[in-house]
């Protein structure tokens, strides 16, 4: 049985919309409600309904689905807001037979209503935009890895991490953990019996077995793999063609510009056998923190004040230092206003990396001039090129334009929209030219 457009679920309180996607177990919903709000219905999809194992696959569903319920507040994972019951009739069952070799007239089948995110999943993200940069992708791991952390806690693997699992708003780019159709409970190092299904290249050897002992490393792995392709554009080496000794190809054989300590960190989270891993996500992320801040300068500029604002979360101090040092750098510290176009090219890239990655750094990839050079390309902006429209769109993106006027009041705070800070240096500066230099700079 699968719900068609238009159909009314729940008395009529929902509508189906269109069908958003299907897995192993699970088919996924847009609905719209009486108010027209949008939301996401999931459940059991047909080949699951006419298992032999519907009941427990239905139980599982159930309980997982009342787990994650408590996590609706937390910023990483999608909001479970409700588990219903939608009757479904004889004639839909397409065949399926229940235990007693006959079908009865109607069934219950399970639903979770969950909220619906706008954005797109970095899969697609990915194969738009090509090879992330680090402090983009470092950014996004972190987000899932908090989520993840927070699920490990109350004892649930997520199972089924990959880049296609994770949203990023289109309101803030904050990525989003969805689809728990394979989450299950477990004990660190025990051996349990899972229900046998996995991702190729992301999923770790003992998820191919339905008898394995599992722990948080399990999703390590996975977390490790989503790193290795959104930085690669390319699936790691299947687990299942490992344990026949494939080689798993080096991230930085494909990416040389993937740094050692992240490749080391890759390498490590991939690791074939559980033992050799991390065995939680925090271990594993320790080993992504980037090392001691190098303040690099190709003219000799001092970068410790702008270091101890941003690591004390003074932004608008570190928003007014930034400006300082560009235009003492770029030698109009006396006009104070402003970088014209030949010194916006002629900036140290040294410096500019220096700055951005402590920007990067103390606001855990949420400010930053590769964040703002990102955005501008995803509303349609161009290298070099400045257009009035996209830089409203991009004043809209990150704040600075507030009811279609461009407005002076910033928010200093970590919770500002992406790519918000820094920000008095731009007001006149054409942004297109200086993002083709942070581009000319690998930023």
Known sequence: MQWQRGERLQDGKYTIRDVLGKGGFGITYRVRDLEGRQYVIKTLNEEAQAS????????????????????????????????????????????????????????????????????????????KRGVLSEAEALGYIQQVGDALTAMHREGLLHRDVKPSNIILRASNSQAVLIDFGIAREFTQDLTMTHTQYCTPGFAPMEQYAPKAKRGEYTDVYALAATLYYLLTCTVP???????????????????????????????????????????????????????????????????????????????????????????????HEQESWRLDTNRINQFPCEDLRTIDQLWVKYSNGRFGFSVQKRIWLEVGGKLWVDDTKVMQKFDDRVGWRVNGRVSGDLTYSPNAPWGHLPCHLWWNVWLGIFFSHAETCKL
């Open 237 to 331: 080496t299947f687990a299942s063609d490992r344990a026949l000794n494939a080689p798993l190809k080096p991230p930085t054989q494909i990416n040389p510009n993937i740094s050692d300590r992240v490749h080391e960190a890759i390498v490590k989270g991939l690791e074939f056998l559980p033992e050799k891993r991390p065995q939680s996500v925090q271990d594993w992320l320790k080993l992504l923190a980037p090392p001691p801040d190098n303040l690099r300068s190709a003219v000799g500029m001092d970068y410790q004040k702008l270091r101890d604002l941003l690591a004390a979360g003074k932004w608008k101090e570190a928003d007014e230092e930034t400006k300082r040092v560009m235009l003492k750098v770029g030698g």
């Open 52 to 127: 032999q194992y519907f009941d427990k696959l239905q139980q599982d569903f159930m309980n997982e689905a009342l787990r994650l319920v408590q996590f609706k507040n937390h910023p990483h994972i999608v909001k479970v807001y409700q588990l219903l019951q939608e009757r479904v009739q004889k004639n839909n069952l397409r065949n399926r037979l229940f235990n007693f070799g006959a079908p009865p007239s109607s069934f219950f089948l399970c639903c979770i209503l969950m909220e619906y995110i706008e954005g797109t999943n970095l899969d697609d993200y990915v194969k």
